[in-house]
């Protein structure tokens, strides 16, 4: 038989030479042939042993784009070309990963996928590969590995693409925080400042600073003492201690003076210190002593919620990011998939706190600019529903807002701001499977939406300090999730259009979270 030796798009002889493309022909046919014995056998495996603690993965759910993806194998060995990465036949494999990504599937359990993929696909052509012959036996074994681990490693690349996406925002968050910060790793070794570093304390925000250029920086106490910043603050919090706020008079090394609330905290994980963070913000217009008092309460919440809720997140992200993009070049799925999933993880928790925080940080002061145009309530609220899709749980929501209601006048994107956190509250505190409700009615100049939703209800006592800033209830306490600024900047923003935000409650019935938006003028 003639023997056609198989190419890569860059024409260099691909990865066992000498086979031909009888045999990929034949193998691919083979696996065509098979596409529905092969999906069977993966659908029965995959429930029992990937997906058995999952009762909402339907079966439908589970098989999605997999027969896209066998039929995308065998055009690859057809073909010739098992490496070849932006082709049409692996079109299938993107939207697996998606949908996977979409349904919130550990990416481990994406990878055994693949695996038992790979096994049944084996399974199904064993008559045929008994009758090839040992030599292009083993040939066809490395261009069929080759063909499934591309497919495996375009799905690591659709997650590390979300991941790059998540990174991009996280590090725009970070820099627009207006108090100055220092994340230190162990040793001392400064990791990361923002731009307020740099604008309080003369350092360097571009990822230069040194322990040198802190200790260049004066800083005094109100009585006049000498605070060193590194043996002080960080240093302390290193070994494991909170530093409490302390008013500090700062000298830049260019000369220029400025009062802060410095404070630090060390970042743990598994109760083992792996950095700390420090905390200086600017309170140079501050004079009189119960504002003074106040703004380093204040610090004291930022710096617990810093300290506490992003220790976990903020570590992984620092020991693990710089690994992630070496090892998908090389495709080295088994090893790069538990950190490839912690961070994903790890960067939205922290992209969700950081912009409460930065939030938070800009309502107290009233930096809160509004850019208002005319919105129907009930098409900003089916579009946010759409594209909210991967993150929440938006099945369970039903929008019943009239097509006939006057127009608001609003900043669309605060008001995305507003629905997905009184949608994000209705579904985390209702039970799976129950209904969240969006409606909607006209009243005396205003539209009034209401998120009704059908969980254990909201305690009488708790109420009234509901949209308070820092203020979680007893159960969102006990889950331990989030740093309690949700409400309070929905209320903030709220505010800022001229409407005003409620909430009624029965215990054991549901909550119906209601807030009213100005008509926009005809």
């Known amino acids: 038989m003639a023997q056609r030796p198989v190419t890569t798009r860059a024409g260099h002889v691909g990865a066992v030479a000498g086979i031909d493309m009888a045999t990929l022909e034949g193998a691919a046919d083979a696996i065509d042939a098979s596409v529905g014995a092969i999906i069977a056998r993966?659908?029965?495996?995959?429930?029992?042993?990937?997906?058995?603690?999952?009762?909402?993965?339907?079966?439908?759910?589970?098989?999605?784009?997999?027969?896209?993806?066998?039929?995308?194998?065998?055009?690859?060995?057809?073909?010739?070309?098992?490496?070849?990465?932006?082709?049409?036949?692996?079109?299938?494999?993107?939207?697996?990963?998606?949908?996977r990504l979409r349904r919130?599937?550990?990416?481990?359990?994406?990878?055994?996928?693949?695996?038992?993929?790979?096994?049944?696909?084996?399974?199904?052509?064993?008559?045929?590969?008994?009758?090839i012959g040992s030599r292009q036996g083993y040939a066809l074994a490395a261009n069929l590995h080759s063909a499934l681990d591309t497919m495996a490693t375009i799905a690591l690349q659709t997650y590390g693409e979300e991941l790059q996406g998540e990174i991009a925002r996280l590090d725009a968050t970070f820099g627009a925080i207006p108090d100055a910060l220092i994340l230190c790793g162990p040793g001392a070794v400064v990791l990361r400042t923002n731009q307020a570093a740099e604008r309080l304390l003369g350092v360097d925000e571009r990822g230069h600073t040194t322990l040198e250029q802190l200790r260049a920086v004066g800083a005094y106490t109100a009585d006049g003492a000498m605070y060193p910043i590194v043996s002080s603050l960080i240093e302390p919090a290193l070994r494991g201690e909170m530093v409490s706020p302390v008013p500090l008079r700062i000298i830049r090394p260019d000369?220029?003076?400025?009062?802060?609330?410095?404070?630090?905290?060390?970042i743990c994980q598994d109760a083992r210190v792996t950095g700390s963070v420090a905390v200086f913000t600017d309170i140079s217009a501050v004079r009189e002593v119960r504002a003074l008092r106040e703004l380093e309460r204040q610090r004291e919440d930022l710096l617990r919620a810093v300290s506490h809720d992003l220790r976990n997140p903020l570590s992984a992200v620092l020991g693990q990011a710089q690994l992630v993009e070496r090892r998908l070049q090389k495709a080295e799925v088994d090893e790069a998939q538990r950190g490839l999933q912690s961070i994903i993880a790890a960067a939205q928790r922290m992209d969700v706190m950081i912009q409460d925080l930065v939030d938070a940080a800009r309502a107290e002061v009233g930096q809160i600019r509004l850019e208002r145009r005319p919105i129907r309530m009930r098409d900003l609220a089916l579009g946010l529903k759409q594209r909210l899709t991967p993150a929440l749980d938006v099945d369970r929501i039903d929008v019943e807002v009239p097509g006939d209601l006057p127009e608001v006048l609003a900043d669309p994107d605060r008001l995305d701001r507003i629905l997905t956190n009184l949608w994000s509250n209705a579904l985390k505190y209702s039970a799976p499977g129950t209904r969240v409700t969006v409606g909607a009615r006209a009243e005396e100049g205003y539209v009034v939406?209401?998120?009704?939703?059908?969980?254990?209800?909201?305690?009488?006592e708790?109420?009234?300090?509901?949209?308070?800033?820092?203020?979680?209830?007893?159960v969102g306490r006990e889950r331990g999730e989030g740093v309690g600024l949700g409400l309070y900047i929905t209320r903030r923003l709220v505010e800022a259009h001229g409407g005003r935000i409620w909430v009624e409650s029965r215990l054991g019935v549901g909550s119906t979270f209601c807030f009213s938006l100005p008509v926009a003028p005809e």
Do not use: K
Not at 55 to 79: F, H, K, T, Y
Not at 255 to 265: E, I, P
């Open 42 to 99: 993966w659908l029965e495996r995959v429930r029992a042993y990937v997906f058995g603690d999952r009762p909402d993965m339907s079966v439908e759910a589970i098989r999605d784009n997999l027969p896209g993806v066998v039929r995308g194998v065998a055009e690859a060995l057809r073909r010739g070309q098992p490496e070849e990465i932006e082709a049409r036949w692996t079109i299938a494999a993107v939207e697996h990963a998606r949908e």
């Open 104 to 131: 919130n599937v550990r990416l481990e359990n994406l990878v055994r996928e693949y695996q038992i993929l790979r096994q049944e696909i084996w399974a199904a052509i064993g008559p045929y590969v008994e009758h």
């Open 255 to 266: 000369g220029r003076t400025a009062w802060v609330a410095a404070s630090a905290a060390p």
């Open 449 to 460: 939406t209401c998120v009704t939703d059908r969980g254990p209800g909201i305690p009488p």
């Open 462 to 474: 708790e109420l009234p300090r509901l949209f308070e800033r820092y203020f979680r209830g007893v």
